[in-house]
Nanobody, 129 residues
Framework: QVDVVESGGGSVQAGGSLRLSCAAS????????VTWYRQAPPGKEREFVS????????TYADSVKGRFSISQNNAKNAGYLQMSSLKPEDTAMYYC??????????????????????WGQGTLVTVSS
């Protein structure tokens, strides 16, 4: 059972910054990708924000390019989303999704298991004008 916990959300004024964190625990990982999504109230669809793959490939939604920066710390099994120049339209619940390959211990040595996914519960970001 892998747990994913987001933190760092809060209320800021337009133009401000926040740094979201995504911490994974409960297993050892052969590899993992971190993807951030957000869902604005009420009832809007969850949308892609940014993703970083284990090979270092990074993607951003057009709406956040140049303002948000994603990174990960493999030693800590963590991902981060640095958000700057925040706008009121960035207001949303931000979710972290972890796609991971768990390390499976075998008598003849560890192997990488099949890829799975885990979601966090979200952290709320509110940007006021």
């Amino acid at each position: 059972q892998v747990d994913v916990v987001e933190s760092g959300g809060g209320s800021v004024q337009a133009g401000g910054s926040l740094r979201l964190s995504c911490a994974a625990s409960g297993d050892t990982f052969c590899a993992y990708d971190v993807t951030w999504y957000r869902q604005a109230p009420p009832g809007k669809e969850r949308e892609f924000v940014s993703g970083i793959k284990t090979d270092g490939t990074i993607t951003y939604a057009d709406s956040v390019k140049g303002r948000f920066s994603i990174s990960q710390n493999n030693a800590k099994n963590a991902g981060y989303l640095q958000m700057s120049s925040l706008k009121p339209e960035d207001t949303a619940m931000y979710y972290c999704k972890l796609d991971y390959s768990p390390t499976i211990q075998r008598v003849d040595g560890p192997i990488c298991g099949r890829w799975l996914e885990a979601w966090g519960q979200g952290t709320l970001v509110t940007v006021s004008s």
